[in-house]
Every structure is written in C-alpha cells, then in structure tokens.
C-alpha cells in the first residue's frame, strides 16, 4: 500500500519498552481531543479519546494525558509491540467544529 | 457490522479529467465526513453532513470540488477538472452523533494521483 508520513518525526523504541508521543495544540478552546493510529495503507484508527475536564484517560496498553496549561497532549504506550508501528495523529476539536490534526509522528518498533 | 468503505482504492486521472470518489459510510451514522490527506501530513477536513445536508464546506480548496450525499447514507466526492496538487489521499469517515467531540469511523482511503 501506499506510505504514510515519509517525512515525520519518528520515534523508535524497543520491543516492550514505553513509547510516549507528544503532541501540542494551538485552541485553547478545544475541548475533546483523541488519538488515531494510521498503518500504511489504512484510514485512521482510533485508539482512545479524552474530554478537556479529565487530565487522564487510561485504555488497554494506553494512556492519554492532557495538560491544558501548556496546551499539550501525549500517549504513552505501555510494552510497545511490532503492531505497533505506525503513525500517530492527535486532533482536537470543540463544539461543533471539525477535527483538527496534528501532523502526525511515525512510531517505529525493533524487535 | 461492516466499517466505512470506499471505492476505488485507488484512481489515476490525467489532468483535467473529472473524478468521481464514493463513501459507504456505517450503517445508521447521521454524520459523513470527508478529508484530505497529502503524503507526510495529517488529513485535512473538506466538508460534513449531517443526514443529507452538507453543513460545513469551508475545507474545499476550490470550486472544482463538490460533494453529494442525496439520501443521507452514501456520499460522493467530486473533483472536476483535476489538477496535479489534487493528488492526495482521500478519506471518508462516519459518526452516529453531531460533530463535535465524538470518535470518528474512517474508511480506507482513495488514493488518487493527478499525471
């Protein structure tokens, strides 16, 4: 399939070590934020989501945190596996506007 | 059920000709949304409905791009006259509630290349 996000940031991690991607947004009216992984080749999957009144959402292997201060968003995945190699997008959004995404950050496993 | 599915996959035009990209969103899903989506970035939003009514086309780069959703479940996105910067992948995607603050369902993507 075609690739995805040949220029990002990338992040490589061990297999079953931590990853934590970070993301930082702009609207400080924003009021919903979530996580989706992108494999090449595939539409966006979501992975978790999160409200601007919690500062943490915990999922299965996955923790969002979101500090509105500083207008900054970040998943932490727990024993990172090859499946989880991909890019990663935050995008935001409040009330009724479009999602907003950030530009993404490619993940990348060793075995 | 069956996620959000989109046809072609894949499209390749010559400059100039029109295309014609078809959302099948999930079934029941009051919202459809479509986005663009260039290499290395993030989607970028196009236009929403909600049902039939196409409520918000602020993201349409031109003129040369239309959507449709007739019957408030299958969507076509239009782009007449294609040009080279159109090459991008496409993606569609569902939601059961309003737009905002809600997860959104994608599809696979059509991907297409303007020669």
């Known amino acids: 399939g075609e690739s995805v996000g040949l220029h990002l940031p990338t992040l490589s991690v061990q297999e079953g070590d931590n990853s934590i991607i970070n993301c930082a947004y702009s609207n400080s009216a924003s009021d919903y934020f979530i996580w989706y992984k992108q494999e090449s080749g595939k539409g966006p999957q979501f992975i978790i989501d999160i409200r601007s009144n919690m500062d943490k959402r915990q999922g299965q292997r996955v923790t969002v945190l979101l500090n509105k201060t500083v207008k900054h968003l970040s998943l932490q995945i727990a024993a990172t596996q090859p499946g989880d190699s991909a890019v990663y997008f935050c995008a935001e959004n409040s009330g009724n506007t479009p999602l907003v995404f950030g530009k993404g950050t490619r993940l990348s496993v060793i075995a | 059920g069956a996620g959000v599915s989109q046809s072609p996959r894949y499209k390749v035009a010559k400059r100039g000709q029109d295309v014609a990209l078809r959302c099948d969103p999930i079934s029941g899903h009051v919202s459809l949304f479509w986005y663009q989506q260039a290499l290395g970035q993030g989607p970028e939003f196009l236009t929403y409905?909600?049902?039939?009514?196409?409520?918000?086309k602020s993201g349409l780069p031109s003129d040369r791009f239309f959507a449709e959703r007739p019957e408030g479940s299958v969507s076509t996105l239009k782009i007449q006259r294609t040009q080279q910067e159109d090459s991008a992948v496409y993606l569609c995607?569902?939601?059961?509630?309003?737009?905002?603050?809600?997860?959104?369902?994608f599809g696979p993507g059509t991907r297409l290349t303007v020669l």
């Open positions: 409905f909600q049902n039939e009514a196409q409520l918000d």
């Open positions: 995607a569902s939601s059961s509630q309003l737009v905002g603050g809600q997860e959104q369902f």
